[in-house]
Nanobody
Framework: QVQLVESGGGLVQAGGSLRLSCAASGRTFSSYVIGWFRQAPGKEREFVAHTRWISGSTYYAYYADSMKGRFTISRDNAKNAVYLQMNNLKPEDTAVYYC???????????????WGQGTQVTVSS
């Protein structure tokens, strides 16, 4: 079992940056695909990015098209952590951001087995 806790959300002006962290517990953390999702009020949960560990400090990263170039996902298996660096934030990025763990590479939220409680990101114009 994996427990996930997000942190790092907050209020930022448009054009600013935030770094979200996802801290995980569990000895098998490195075997999981860790994804970031977001959900704005009245909208469905949206895939942001995910990462799969390959070996050593090498990992695979994949992004939703709308996030490419602004968001960067990274993971540190030694710290059981995954990060989401978000730059040039826009008001439409306002949402609750969740990290989640899956046993295979997928962008479907329904296929993620474990979820954190979420962290609010608010971008003001």
């Amino acid at each position: 079992q994996v427990q996930l806790v997000e942190s790092g959300g907050g209020l930022v002006q448009a054009g600013g940056s935030l770094r979200l962290s996802c801290a995980a517990s569990g000895r098998t953390f490195s075997s999981y695909v860790i994804g970031w999702f977001r959900q704005a009020p009245g909208k469905e949960r949206e895939f942001v990015a995910h990462t799969r560990w390959i070996s050593g400090s090498t990992y695979y990263a994949y992004y939703a098209d709308s996030m490419k170039g602004r968001f960067t996902i990274s993971r540190d298996n030694a710290k059981n952590a995954v990060y989401l660096q978000m730059n040039n934030l826009k008001p439409e990025d306002t949402a609750v951001y969740y990290c989640a763990a899956a046993r295979r590479v997928t962008v479907s939220p329904g296929e993620y087995d474990y979820w954190g409680q979420g962290t609010q990101v608010t971008v003001s114009s």
